[in-house]
């Protein structure tokens, strides 16, 4: 048998064992954390609505009418008229066709990649894709070509010596990065070279875009230029599930054939009904985004002004690079001895010495909260040099 413990005791001395804290109260941005109060910059709850009375009021308002325990998968009796709201709801959102409700993005992502491309097909996936991109494509078996990040000529030299059936998949915003895709001149390829284009937008829904619709509507593009938009519901959406939307005909195929939508149990009714009143809040208070907006340009200008290495990113996802794994878990263990909660992101997250800590705001933070986290930083930079 392989001697796992050996990996493990190996992992720990490289500095890449990963540690789960304990979280013991609800996800905000003042939380306690492994048993100690922290202000917190590493949720993915960019709007502030994980904890919103009016969602959960419509969740305990939806239990006893839609029930709690999904029962069943969608083809065979767990289709619930509530999912199907939801369903309406995620289209009318994205401006798109139809919408398709999953259980995950994790799942949504496997889905759709294994469904849309198979043995004989090519997927070009952008090499800094979400990890359930990668699986999903792994999961296809379609032959896969990884294009340098957002590199447009690489992706159109390889289009170009490519036959048969493609699709190309990418992150929206970059999830560890933090910066948007070319869409327009992803859309313009694919037109060009018949390929399919499926944009993964679980960091830019409900926080870019015209009434928080996402990346793909703030580059003004349509369901012509990009088809498919997969999106999760757990992050700026602050509930849970994630869904993709598009053409009736791609929809109708995926209800058929997306195995992760299939053999799964639906989610509970209750929580699809919190979710629809989520999209009303979020699609009608703008003063949410632009809150964020400010507290963005605020810690890049301030940070950057430190010496510290910010990356070309306007998104709440504000990464601070530091290189080697030692040095940023120096830099979070700084942090989290001044009671801020940063995570360090090494790899096989990011690449070799691109380790970084993952700064994410969120329209629940207030100036005062990011006046902390600058002041730690700063006393951070002092001590560490020293
Ligand atoms: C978080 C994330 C997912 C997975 O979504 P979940 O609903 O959390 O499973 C997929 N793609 C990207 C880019 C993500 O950041």
Do not use: W
Not at 14 to 28: D, F, I, K
Not at 337 to 356: D, F, K, W, Y
Request: negative net charge; charged residues 20%.
């Amino acid at each position: 048998m392989r001697d796992f413990a050996a990996e493990l005791r190996q992992r720990r001395s490289q500095g890449l064992e990963r540690q789960r804290r304990l979280l013991a109260s609800p996800q905000r941005p003042h939380a306690t954390v492994d048993g100690r109060a922290v202000l917190a910059f590493c949720s993915n709850d960019y709007l502030g609505m994980a904890n919103h009375p009016v969602l959960q009021a419509a969740l305990i308002q939806a239990l006893p009418e839609a029930g709690l325990g999904g029962g069943a998968s969608h083809l065979i009796c767990g289709h619930h008229q509530s999912h199907h709201q939801l369903e309406e709801r995620l289209a009318a959102f994205t401006q798109r066709s139809a919408a398709l409700y999953f259980s995950t993005g994790y799942m949504a992502n496997l889905g759709v990649i294994s469904a849309l491309a198979g043995r004989g097909d090519t997927i070009f996936s952008d090499r800094l894709n979400h990890a359930s991109i990668i699986d999903g494509c792994i999961l296809s078996r379609a032959r896969v070509r990884r294009y340098p990040h957002a590199d447009m000529a690489a992706l159109a030299a390889m289009l170009a010596e490519t036959d048969g059936h493609k699709l190309v998949v990418t992150d929206g915003v970059f999830s560890m990065d933090g910066d948007v895709a070319p869409l327009a001149a992803l859309a313009q390829l694919c037109r060009t070279h018949d390929a399919l284009l499926v944009v993964d937008d679980a960091h830019g829904l409900g926080v870019l875009g015209p009434q928080g619709r996402g990346s793909v509507a703030a580059a003004g593009l349509s369901e012509q230029d990009v088809p498919l938009i997969v999106g999760t519901l757990g992050k700026a959406i602050g509930t849970s599930g994630a869904f993709v939307a598009g053409p009736q005909l791609l929809i109708d195929y995926l209800v058929q054939k997306a195995r992760t939508y299939i053999y799964t149990t639906a989610m509970p009714p209750a929580l699809a009904s919190a979710t629809c009143a989520s999209l009303d809040i979020v699609e009608a208070e703008d003063a949410r985004r632009t809150c964020l907006q400010a507290l963005v340009q605020r810690f890049r200008q301030e940070a950057a002004a430190m010496g510290y290495e910010l990356m070309p990113s306007d998104t709440p996802i504000q990464p601070i690079l530091v290189g080697s794994n030692e040095a940023a878990t120096a830099l979070s263990d700084s942090l989290i001895a001044q009671g801020i909660l940063v995570s360090a992101i090494r790899p096989p997250t990011v690449p070799e010495g691109e380790a970084r800590l993952r700064v994410t705001f969120s329209a629940a933070h207030t100036e005062a909260d990011l006046d902390r986290l600058l002041t730690a930083l700063r006393h951070a930079r002092a001590a560490l040099a020293a």
